[in-house]
């Protein structure tokens, strides 16, 4: 109220200043409530967020590391397919025989072994 109009002091008007009060009163307890459950709200928000982020950092370590282990399986299947083939090779006495002949230069009785220069270009190409 403006300072020279004077209130009247009747019960009406003192109930009507109270009701407004506890109105501003409720509406401040309101106010502050509702800023406490946002900002509870927001630090929920925000940790969910970083624990999501966590996660997927988490799962993309763990999708590299597989991929990883998944090649050097492959490779090591192909390795294992490799050592059986000559294996199997080795149990045979033609392909012994072959690399004594042109690893080991061995020969048989009465054989004599000569290196041409065409030999010598396979095996470099072949290295």
Request: glycine share 6%; no cysteine.
């Amino acid at each position: 109220m403006s300072k020279k109009v004077q209130g009247i002091g009747n019960q009406y008007t003192s109930q009507a200043n109270a009701k407004r009060q506890r109105h501003e009163r409720l509406k401040k307890v309101v106010k502050k409530r509702m800023t406490v459950f946002g900002g509870g709200l927001l630090a929920i928000i925000i940790v969910l967020l970083i624990m999501v982020g966590m996660q997927m950092h988490s799962n993309q370590q763990a999708s590299q590391e597989r991929q990883a282990k998944e090649e050097a399986y492959q490779k090591i299947q192909e390795e294992e397919i490799e050592l059986k083939e000559r294996l199997n090779n080795l149990n045979d006495d033609e392909y012994i025989e072959k690399i004594a002949r042109d690893e080991y230069y061995l020969s048989n009785d009465g054989e004599v072994i000569f290196k041409l220069p065409e030999d010598q270009q396979k095996n470099q190409k072949q290295e």
